[in-house]
């Protein structure tokens, strides 16, 4: 009777190809180059990308305009999926061989990756490693900003900018799994009926359609309970108009400016509050926490077969520029991922 030995995992390289940002600027100065393997500090895991997912907020940062925050690996990406490789100290949630997707502060698109433990989540059952790497970033910050910041409940409307984002997709599903009614915006007619497919009960073409006399005839005059602003500028004084009393306005970027001229008394009047966060820069124990509460409140939606993300496009980590091209030309609908070797 022979006896199999046991397999040990094969060494890590030393080196690996990581997607550097050479200068600020368009997508061609995504480049793949050599990056030593990061090593896990205390608490984190080495995991070996399978895929990673863009986010707008990747696009700032590869135009200089996000920089990463202190201690960030400077290399793109804030989402991953792959195979846990190695243990930093104390690590305990998972083990060497285990499958999981992380929210990261950078570093995501390379053939390694290092995440706290905290902020990585198994795969979902029945998930593929592209969507999985789709999954971290946008149930991250819709969990925190609709549901938490913004306090979404059954029976209320939620107005969504962006509406066929990726951000915007994962928001359809999950503010009609529970129970929400979900107008959107969004700059074509295609991308509108993209939206109705996935759930939502009224779409507008902010080209063509004023959203606010679109909210208010959806909501027989009341006005959206929570809204969802990832626009800014002039959309903020609109936002007041489109809000119901006692509106949620949760604002999680400004892609038409930070600054705008706004008359206040919509907000004292309606008793709005208007809030926003971002998520890159907060403390670990808060993304623990969410993390928490989306393996106990969305992971079961997954299972259920009511959320699961919404792929647009993969391409191969050494074509980040071409998927960077296809963000900027805001051609997609949900998520465009990177597939890693
Ligand atoms: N604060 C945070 O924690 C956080 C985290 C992640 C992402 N974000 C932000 O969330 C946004 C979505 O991120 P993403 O990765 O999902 O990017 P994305 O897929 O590129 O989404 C951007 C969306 O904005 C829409 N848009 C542009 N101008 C618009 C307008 N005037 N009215 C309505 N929609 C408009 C685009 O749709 P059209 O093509 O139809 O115009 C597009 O769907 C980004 O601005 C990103 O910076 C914030």
Redesign the pocket.
């Known amino acids: 009777m022979s006896s199999a030995a046991p397999v040990s995992p094969p060494p890590l390289p030393e080196t690996m190809t990581a997607i550097l940002i050479s200068a600020p600027g368009g997508p061609e100065v995504l480049v793949p180059g050599t990056r030593p393997v990061p090593a896990p500090a205390p608490g984190e895991l080495l995991v070996k990308v399978e895929a990673a997912g863009i ?3 990747d696009v ?1 940062q590869r135009k200089g305009l996000y920089p990463p925050p202190p201690g960030a690996s400077d290399i793109p990406g804030l989402e991953i999926a792959g195979t846990v490789v190695a243990l930093g100290e104390g690590a305990s949630r998972f083990k060497v061989g285990d499958r999981v997707c992380a929210l990261v502060t950078g570093g995501g698109y390379a053939q390694y990756c290092t995440t706290h433990e905290a902020t990585a989540l198994p795969i979902p059952e029945g998930l593929s490693a592209a969507e999985a790497a789709a999954l971290p ?2 149930a991250f ?1 819709v969990w925190s ?1 609709i549901f938490e910041r913004g306090q979404l409940k059954a029976g209320e409307t939620l107005l969504l ?2 509406g ?5 997709t994962t928001a359809i599903q999950l503010a009609k799994a529970f129970g929400a009614r979900v107008v959107v ?4 007619d295609e ?1 509108c009926a993209a939206c109705v497919t996935l759930g939502a009960d009224l779409a507008v073409n ?1 080209r063509t359609q004023d959203f606010v006399a679109e909210v208010k005839s959806f909501t027989a005059g009341k006005g959206a309970n929570v809204i969802l602003d ?2 800014g500028g002039p ?1 903020i004084q609109k936002n007041y108009e489109a809000a119901a009393m006692d509106g949620r306005i949760v604002q ?2 400004f ?2 400016g930070a600054k705008a001229e706004v008359d206040f008394m919509r907000l004292m009047l309606k008793r709005l509050t208007h809030t ?5 820069s907060r403390p670990v124990e808060e993304k623990a926490a969410l993390a928490a509460a989306i393996v106990e409140k969305v992971f079961p939606l997954i299972a259920a077969g009511k959320y699961r993300p919404v792929m647009d496009e993969t391409f191969p980590l050494a074509n980040a520029a071409d998927a960077h091209a296809r ?1 900027d030309a ?1 051609a ?1 609908v949900g998520k465009i991922v990177l597939t890693v070797d």
Not at 164 to 168: A, D
Not at 185 to 188: E, I, Q, V
Not at 276 to 280: F, K, N, P, Y
């Open positions: 986010n707008r907020p700032m970033e946008t910050t900003n900018h962006g066929s984002s990726g951000i915007g915006t969004a700059g074509s991308k902010y990832m626009i959309y999680i970027a892609q038409q926003g966060s971002t998520l890159r963000m805001s997609h």
